[in-house]
């Protein structure tokens, strides 16, 4: 059996000290427990296994890991429609951890979200403990676990936005209600707007987009020709 109290107490026993200290562990799920305990961690694991399996499946939870240190480069463009589309079904994703200001997502059942590894995954496939990727208005980005999603009929809106070095047009449906919102540029010191309501969104706001390949298979990036409207 998996105890976790232990792992919490031999953190705050050694925090704050110079000392670095091992786990032993005998399965990745165990290490992970020690790596995470009272979100510190320790300060590395000894995993004692047999079989190679284990071991990169450890180093998959090292790379997931290192992954939410990579700045994201987002792309800025400008709104030219904002339309009232109708209903829709949309995903309504509750996550395990508090969201920041600006970070989130919601959209209907055909749209993608980022997972780990580059990947993504459609709105309507996720379920309870997917890991999903978040982003702020800089690049940062971090795991969060999906605790609930629920499907409803909703008001739809169509946003569509150009990019200003290539003129390339973007278009999203997203549920039309005030708690919908796009992250907008960063706009210097004092109190920034980190997000804009889609129901206040007007022709010339400007917002800011990941931009990705087209062409996916099975959630992963691939190079094939592809017109997608």
């Not at 979200?113 to 309870?128: D, H, R």
């Given at each position: 059996m998996l105890l976790v109290i232990p792992a919490e107490n031999i953190v705050a026993a050694f925090q704050g000290s110079q000392i670095t200290v091992f786990a032993i562990s005998k399965t990745p799920s165990e290490a992970q427990v020690f790596l995470e305990a009272l979100e510190q961690g320790?300060?590395?694991?000894?995993?004692?296994?047999?079989?190679s399996t284990a071991v990169l499946e450890l180093k998959d939870y090292f790379d997931r890991r290192n992954e939410d240190?990579?700045?994201?480069?987002?792309?800025?463009?400008?709104?030219?429609q904002v339309h009232i589309s109708g209903m829709g079904d949309r995903v309504s994703v509750d996550?395990?951890?508090?969201?920041?200001?600006?970070?989130?997502?919601?959209?209907?059942?055909?749209?993608?979200?980022?997972?780990?590894?580059?990947?993504?995954?459609?709105?309507?496939?996720?379920?309870?403990?997917?890991?999903?990727?978040?982003?702020?208005?800089?690049?940062?980005q971090r795991t969060a676990i999906v605790g609930h999603v629920k499907i409803e009929t909703r008001p739809l809106i169509l946003v569509e936005a150009k990019e200003a070095e290539n003129g390339t047009l973007y278009s999203a449906l997203l549920q039309?209600?005030?708690?919908?919102?796009?992250?907008?540029?960063?706009?210097?010191?004092?109190?920034?707007?980190?997000?804009i309501p889609v129901t206040s969104l007007k022709v010339g706001d400007e917002i800011l987009l990941i931009i990705q390949g087209g062409a996916r298979h099975t959630g992963i990036e691939i190079q094939e020709f592809i017109v997608e409207k």
């Open positions: 320790l300060g590395g694991i000894v995993l004692k296994v047999e079989d240190n990579n700045i994201l480069s987002l792309t800025k463009t400008t709104i030219t996550l395990c951890s508090l969201m920041r200001l600006g970070e989130g997502f919601l959209g209907p059942v055909h749209a993608y979200v980022a997972i780990q590894g580059g990947k993504t995954c459609y709105l309507s496939e996720l379920n309870t403990g997917k890991e999903v990727i978040v982003v702020d208005q800089n690049g940062k039309n209600a005030e708690t919908v919102a796009l992250i907008c540029p960063s706009q210097g010191s004092g109190f920034p707007k980190k997000a």
